[in-house]
């Protein structure tokens, strides 16, 4: 079945540091989606991408649909204390409708 | 986008219990979803609410376990039934209106089971 594979698991950076963090499909997507989840909320939608190639920039973050469609990057620049959380990558499933998978997560957290 | 509230925000219930889950939004929306998030992982597609029709649920679960309803196109709620520790998670109702449009959630439910 699909898969979404996030890296890395978790990190700790340093405030100010840039952060990176990438999601692998094993099947072509046409649509990366990436959301954050501070905890005890639901995910909250930061970046959408359609099309491969794609580069788009929400503030500080950005996040490239990959060439080959079978990756998406996220990028995090200057990292504050408030970017903790957790960071989920998504794509459509291949059953072509609405719906959606998600990645394993990337658990970020900044030391001040 | 629409504005998602789900009831309760959490729970501790007793195991052999049941506990329905509403989800409410502020404007008609064309797609509803569950889904679940067991501690510290990621989330997972429970079932599509239909509305007016019986959901369409997703490979390991099973109506019996989740009954679904969807009356209308802004509410929809979410039953765990007969409840066992393994279905403490956090339950998640999202929607969406048009395909390929990104996914919006609720703050979720956090059920734990004792």
């Known amino acids: 079945g699909q898969q979404l594979n996030q890296s890395p698991q978790s990190m700790f950076i340093q405030e100010g540091e840039d952060v990176s963090m990438n999601c692998t499909s094993s099947s072509i997507f046409n649509t990366w989606l990436w959301y954050k989840q501070d905890p005890g909320e639901g995910p909250v939608l930061l970046i959408a991408?359609?099309?491969?190639?794609e580069l788009t920039s929400n503030g500080r973050l950005t996040a490239q649909f990959g060439i080959t469609r079978k990756d998406s990057f996220l990028n995090i620049s200057a990292s504050i204390p408030s970017d903790v959380g957790i960071y989920f990558c998504a794509g459509p499933t291949t059953s072509g409708t609405y719906k959606y998978i998600f990645g394993t997560g990337t658990r970020l957290k900044v030391l001040a | 986008s629409a504005v998602i509230s789900q009831k309760p925000s959490r729970d501790i219930c007793q195991r052999g219990t049941s506990l329905t889950i509403q989800c409410q939004v502020d404007s008609q929306v064309t797609m509803m979803f569950w889904y679940r998030q067991q501690p510290g992982q990621s989330l997972t597609l429970i079932a599509t609410?239909?509305?007016?029709?019986?959901?369409?649920?997703e490979s390991g679960f099973v109506i019996d376990k989740f009954p679904i309803s969807r009356p209308n196109l802004t509410f929809s709620t979410l039953t765990v039934s007969n409840m066992s520790p393994e279905d403490s998670s956090i339950y998640l109702c999202?929607?969406?209106?048009?395909?390929?449009?990104?996914?919006?959630f609720g703050n979720g439910t956090r059920l734990t089971v004792t």
């Open positions: 609410a239909n509305q007016g029709s019986e959901a369409t649920y």
């Open positions: 999202s929607v969406t209106d048009t395909y390929n449009s990104p996914l919006h």
């Open positions: 991408l359609y099309k491969a190639g």
